[in-house]
């Protein structure tokens, strides 16, 4: 086949695979190939400069594609390039205004996807440090969900609009607010800080260096076990910074 490029839109991606369905019109005819979707192919796409940077590829992107024949004798697309994606493109803009949105949770190679519920769109699914991912069991049930990294489509992403976090997060939060002297373990002290565990809530959480902390590292007034008093001075669902009392 001649290096003609041909345009259509991915109908169906098998993420456990990496492959994709493009249907196309071909001499006013509607008609279906494949593809596949690795993230192989996209770094060869990058080294032969057709694309600047990997595609992660969803229902609904408008591509072109260039028709090969394998050495089976079955044609496939090559060379499939992203040009755009307006089903992508209306969630991002009502993501603006109402970022809350309906979807099915999938699990694929232990990662986690949600599928939202009329586009039928993939995201990629994050969880904090502290939250407690959900079970197989409840993923069929559809979840509510925001999106993330609106700005850059390439690594749009989504979260849970309700958290589950572990029991000890919210003791953590209840002793932030207010403003609570922690009892904490020393058990672990690096070149960026000291890390302990906090009492309650058995999180762990980190003391930053600065010249007074390495000071009483130095002077062994703070040391591996030994317990000491903390505040906690931030939190987010994945990070502690404490400060010492």
Same mark, same amino acid.
């Given at each position: ?6 345009? !259509? ?12 369905? #493009?249907?196309? #019109? ?66 991002? +803009? ?15 190679? +232990? ?117 000491? +008093? ?6 987010? !669902? ?6 010492? #009392?």
């Amino acid at each position: 086949m001649s290096e003609k490029y041909f345009r !259509g839109k991915i109908t169906y991606i098998n993420n456990e695979k990496q492959k994709a369905t #493009i249907e196309y #019109i071909n001499q006013n005819k509607l008609k279906n190939i494949q593809a596949i979707i690795d993230e192989k192919q996209q770094q060869k796409y990058v080294q032969l400069k057709l694309i600047k940077k990997p595609h992660r590829f969803l229902v609904g992107d408008n591509v072109k594609f260039v028709i090969k024949k394998s050495s089976a004798n079955v044609f496939f697309a090559d060379h499939v390039l992203y040009e755009f994606n307006n089903s992508l493109e209306v969630l991002i +803009e009502k993501a603006k205004t109402i970022n809350k949105f309906l979807g099915y949770i999938k699990i694929v190679d +232990e990662k986690y996807f949600i599928k939202e519920i009329d586009s039928y769109l993939f995201f990629p699914l994050q969880f904090s440090r502290f939250e407690i991912k959900p079970e197989i069991t409840t993923t069929e049930k559809p979840i509510s969900f925001k999106l993330l990294n609106l700005d850059k489509t390439d690594k749009i992403a989504a979260e849970l609009y309700n958290h589950n976090y572990v029991p000890g997060f919210k003791t953590a939060v209840k002793q932030f607010k207010n403003e609570e002297i922690v009892s904490a373990l020393v058990n672990k002290i690096t070149p960026y800080g000291v890390f302990v565990i906090l009492s309650e809530s058995m999180l762990e959480a980190k003391l930053q260096l600065d010249d007074m902390i390495s000071n009483k590292i130095k002077n062994k007034e703070i040391d591996l076990q030994q317990s000491i +008093e903390v505040k906690i001075k931030h939190i987010t !669902g994945d990070r502690i910074v404490i400060e010492m #009392i």
